[in-house]
């Protein structure tokens, strides 16, 4: 790959800037400069090192504060920074906090970090109420590593709406200045404790499902280990046997008066003087979990899919149905009911009365569990593959619900050997920079080696590129980064927007997202024809909104197409002729009948993080742009039956918080990554083996993650 096309890409991406919206909605400005043309860009990112920050130069951020990581911001034409009169309107959609970057040479200041820009020719700053935040952020003017200038970082609560604000002050000499939007994103729903105390996980010393039945009493967490039918109180760490019921089929427990209380088929059992007494209960067939509020009694009737309510005699006082396919568990805390869901991985906040999902919020656990619990007013939920009790936290930020938030360290290995034994082996790779998304915040990697340069693709992808790595033969090379993420699992409830918002797409998304590529075939005769078809439901009926449209595309595809796991990556059309395909294949399927339908696409390639270990389970899934909210993540293969680890239909706008993005792609760049997506490989001679993984290498510091172990006495 030569300079030139290297130096016309990074060109290229200047002005081919998508947008991400997720708390900008909108943006316009008026009163420019002559020599400015070019319109303002929602960054197609969120805000991370090395982050375009304009429309008209090469600069990137650097020294970025934390707490701006992930912040969406705007991308501004630099010749507009002598214009005073500047306004640029900005459309908040959900409650956040506005910051502006200043470059602190403003006013004839001299500049540098923690140095104030002279701002009194900017007195819209302090009319409107922004506040200096005592942070800067650095730009780096030639993108080679050194930081040329700073900022001066301010900042303003915002609400819904459109704001406006202004431009430099007339005349300056330095930068124009910069703007980025953050919402509330890992500030949790159910905070710490006011003393900090709180226990991130309890490991429990039992096997994968054997644990169930857990609630508290009087500061007591108590246990069910269900093979042994015992039930289980702790006294600090270690766990002691409250009482067994061997002998009984007993699937859950809580504490009613003053003894525990079982739920058996059609009936609830307790001890009594060391005789078990049985209390059938009317019209239910499976009883599966109980709770209580202290006063009435809860249970879930799985096969009449209800919440039978029992009052302290035991008799029923009302049903209420359930509005979830799997549900498992069910707990009561500060007047709702919390119930597990096993079909779409979620905890469900139930209104106890009616049975309505008041939120809806993704679980965490990748295979199984077997219940949640409130312990001291922290929710956590049972992970069977790892057989402990796991912290849930959540956030809402506009449409979208973000839980489970946790820290990961990975390493990403590239290993190649040269088999040959008489040639050398060159070779060159091209490696994604890992987004900074809505879901993750990614710091800074830390290489094996010097990349030998930049560039960005037409995507606006950050590419490292490590040129001319000779391999002698019988020889081995590795190529690794080491980095810190926060992930989160992130799940949308989509409002219903009319088929006509399609027709507002903005025209940056359109010219990249909705045209034809090699692997959608688009001009193809059967795939137009399919896009036709999938438009309507399985009955023909058309669709009434665009939420419609993306769930009857994706039921056409689920129809069509049976999963298989290869790495064969053909044409939509090839694949919708052969009726299978890979995690690749269902998106670039999904992506042509999208795209006919004016709804626009964008390929994702990501790994599924185990706990601790290597994996190498790659996947790729798609981004559909939304109207009003933007980039979301859906994942065909997720809810498909043909995938061992498919989840229900519920799950189709989301992601779990164990998927770790590394690129986003609108289709086959022959000069950035092509198809691949993790990765792209160039070798010359010899004879090369070659390997991809990542390695999850973790650990959690005790002091800010506290795990305690629990022992059997």
């Given at each position: 790959m030569s300079k030139k096309s290297i130096c016309s890409i990074l060109l290229i991406a200047v002005f081919s800037v998508s947008a991400h919206a997720q708390f900008i909605s909108g943006v316009a400005h008026r009163n420019t400069d002559t020599d400015a043309p070019e319109e303002p860009q929602i960054a197609p990112n969120l805000l991370e090192e090395n982050a375009l920050t304009f429309v008209d130069r090469k600069h990137v951020y650097a020294d970025i504060p934390q707490s701006l990581i992930g912040a969406q911001y705007v991308m501004l034409a630099n010749d507009n920074k002598n214009m005073s009169s500047y306004e640029l309107d900005l459309t908040i959609a959900t409650n956040a906090t506005l910051y502006v970057f200043i470059d602190n040479r403003m006013g004839g200041s001299s500049g540098g970090k923690d140095v104030d820009p002279d701002i009194t020719g900017m007195p819209w700053l302090n009319d409107m109420g922004f506040v200096d935040t005592g942070e800067d952020i650095g730009i780096d003017e030639s993108f080679d590593g050194d930081i040329d200038q700073y900022f001066s970082i301010y900042s303003l609560p915002v609400t819904v709406g459109t704001i406006t604000v202004y431009g430099n002050t007339e005349g300056h000499f330095g930068n124009m200045l910069g703007v980025a939007v953050l919402g509330s994103k890992f500030n949790a729903y159910n905070p710490v404790p006011a003393d900090g105390s709180y226990n991130y996980e309890y490991s429990l010393p039992f096997t994968e499902s054997n644990a169930r039945g857990f609630f508290t009493y009087q500061d007591?967490?108590?246990?069910?280990?269900?093979?042994?039918?015992?039930?289980?109180?702790?006294?600090?760490?270690?766990?002691?046997?409250?009482?067994?019921?061997?002998?009984?089929?007993?699937?859950?427990?809580?504490?009613?008066?003053?003894?525990?209380?079982?739920?058996?088929?059609?009936?609830?059992?307790?001890?009594?003087?060391?005789?078990?007494?049985?209390?059938?209960?009317?019209?239910?067939?499976?009883?599966?979990?109980?709770?209580?509020?202290?006063?009435?009694?809860?249970?879930?009737?799985?096969?009449?899919?209800?919440?039978?309510?029992?009052?302290?005699?035991?008799?029923?006082?009302?049903?209420?149905?359930?509005?979830?396919?799997?549900?498992?568990?069910?707990?009561?805390?500060?007047?709702?009911?919390?119930?597990?869901?096993?079909?779409?991985?979620?905890?469900?906040?139930?209104?106890?009365?009616?049975?309505?999902?008041?939120?809806?919020?993704?679980?965490?656990?990748?295979?199984?569990?077997?219940?949640?619990?409130?312990?001291?007013?922290?929710?956590?939920v049972h992970d069977a593959e790892t057989s402990s009790l796991r912290l849930v936290r959540w956030d809402m930020v506009g449409s979208a619900v973000l839980s489970c938030h946790h820290p990961v360290q990975y390493r990403f290995v590239q290993d190649s050997w040269n088999d040959s034994e008489t040639n050398a082996c060159t070779a060159t790779f091209l490696v994604p920079l890992p987004l900074s998304l809505m879901h993750q915040s990614l710091g800074e990697l830390q290489w094996s080696e010097t990349p030998s340069y930049f560039i960005i693709d037409r995507y606006n992808q950050i590419l490292a590129v490590f040129e001319n790595i000779s391999i002698p033969p019988q020889g081995y090379h590795q190529l690794s980064y080491v980095t810190e993420a926060q992930m989160s699992a992130i799940q949308y409830e989509l409002p219903e927007l009319p088929l006509e918002s399609l027709e507002d797409i903005p025209s940056e998304i359109a010219v990249t997202y909705l045209i034809n590529e090699d692997m959608y075939s688009l001009d193809s005769w059967n795939i137009r024809q399919a896009a036709l078809t999938a438009r309507d439901d399985s009955a023909g009926n058309p669709p009434q909104n665009v939420k419609e449209l993306i769930e009857n595309i994706v039921d056409f595809v689920l129809e069509h197409l049976s999963y298989v796991i290869d790495s064969s990556w053909d044409n939509a059309d090839v694949v919708l002729d052969r009726g299978e395909g890979s995690c690749s294949e269902y998106s670039f399927l999904f992506s042509a009948l999208c795209r006919l339908n004016g709804i626009p696409t964008r390929l994702v390639g990501g790994?599924?993080?185990?706990?601790?270990?290597?994996?190498?389970?790659?996947?790729?899934?798609?981004?559909?742009?939304?109207?009003?909210?933007?980039?979301?993540?859906?994942?065909?293969?997720?809810?498909?039956?043909?995938?061992?680890?498919?989840?229900?239909?519920?799950?189709?706008?989301?992601?779990?918080?164990?998927?770790?993005?590394?690129?986003?792609?609108?289709?086959?760049?022959?000069?950035?990554?092509?198809?691949?997506?993790?990765?792209?490989?160039?070798?010359?001679?010899?004879?090369r083996r070659r390997s991809s993984h990542v390695e999850n290498i973790t650990e959690l510091d005790p002091e800010k993650y506290p795990v305690v172990i629990l022992t059997l006495e």
């Open positions: 007591k967490l108590f246990i069910l280990d269900y093979p042994e039918r015992t039930l289980y109180a702790n006294e600090g760490t270690s766990l002691f046997k409250v009482e067994d019921m061997k002998g009984w089929y007993v699937r859950d427990v809580v504490w009613f008066g003053d003894r525990p209380l079982y739920c058996s088929r059609n009936r609830v059992l307790y001890k009594q003087e060391g005789k078990v007494r049985v209390v059938p209960i009317d019209g239910t067939e499976t009883l599966e979990s109980i709770t209580t509020d202290g006063t009435e009694l809860y249970l879930l009737d799985v096969s009449n899919n209800e919440i039978v309510v029992l009052g302290s005699d035991y008799y029923v006082i009302r049903r209420v149905q359930c509005t979830t396919r799997r549900p498992v568990d069910i707990a009561y805390h500060e007047g709702s009911l919390w119930l597990l869901d096993l079909s779409d991985r979620c905890i469900h906040q139930i209104e106890k009365d009616t049975g309505q999902t008041l939120l809806k919020i993704q679980a965490g656990f990748r295979g199984s569990s077997r219940g949640l619990v409130f312990i001291w007013n922290e929710l956590y790994i599924g993080l185990k706990d601790i270990g290597v994996t190498n389970g790659w996947h790729r899934w798609t981004d559909v742009w939304y109207p009003t909210i933007g980039w979301i993540p859906l994942d065909v293969t997720k809810i498909d039956a043909d995938n061992p680890d498919s989840y229900d239909y519920e799950f189709l706008f989301g992601l779990p918080g164990y998927m770790m993005t590394f690129s986003t792609l609108g289709g086959d760049d022959p000069e950035g990554l092509g198809r691949e997506y993790f990765i792209r490989r160039y070798y010359k001679g010899g004879q």
